[in-house]
């Protein structure tokens, strides 16, 4: 039987995380259905509520998986803060599953260790109540392929772990 191909939305930091992002479609590709926005697709001189509704409704819809890609700066930025938010919530079509992959980029990527301070704080509040998950950037199909279906499984049974009520970020941070 054919493994069933999960929706993923892919949430990183454009201008230093791009590379990664790029090789991890060119790596898995073909074991998801990409909903990720890419360069160029949205105007980023449009106002910003309209934005986070074109994200919502165009490329969150109907999304499985929600991976984030977590490097240095990540944690800044208002528009992963935006996709975090739109993916965990119920009025996009039922919460995505969330997983985070930290970039050899991130400051305890080696270690295997994170900082709270140093993670996107939406995620964080996720990861902190099990609905999230974090691993190590990885080559192995096999253990992205997990991870996803993980992430699925966890939307399917944890929903009620869900943390969402933060408010949205209104600029990046410094």
């Given amino acids: 039987m054919a493994e069933v191909k999960r929706k993923v939305f892919i949430s990183y930091y454009h201008h230093d995380d791009e590379g990664y992002r790029d090789e991890f479609e060119e790596l898995f590709g073909l074991l998801f259905i990409n909903k990720c926005v890419n360069d160029g697709d949205i105007d980023s001189d449009l106002g910003a509520n309209y934005i986070k509704r ?5 490329y969150l819809t109907d ?7 977590i490097g240095t700066n990540t944690w ?3 528009h992963v803060d935006w996709e975090i938010s739109a993916a965990l919530s119920s009025k996009v079509g039922g919460a995505s599953g969330l997983l985070g992959l930290l970039l050899p980029t991130y400051p305890g990527y ?3 260790q994170y900082t709270s301070g140093t ?5 964080l509040d996720n990861l902190e109540s099990g609905y999230a998950s974090l691993y190590k950037w ?13 992430a699925f499984e966890r939307k399917s049974k ?10 949205q970020f209104e600029r990046n941070r410094s």
């Fill in 110 to 112: 080696k270690e295997n």
């Fill in 76 to 78: 800044k930025r208002k």
């Fill in 138 to 150: 990885t080559k192995s199909e096999a253990n992205i392929t997990k991870y996803i279906n993980d």
């Fill in 119 to 123: 993670l996107p704080p939406r995620f």
């Fill in 158 to 167: 944890n929903s009620d772990l869900i943390r969402n009520s933060r408010l």
């Fill in 54 to 58: 074109l994200i919502q409704t165009g």
């Fill in 63 to 69: 999304t499985s998986v929600q991976v984030v890609l």
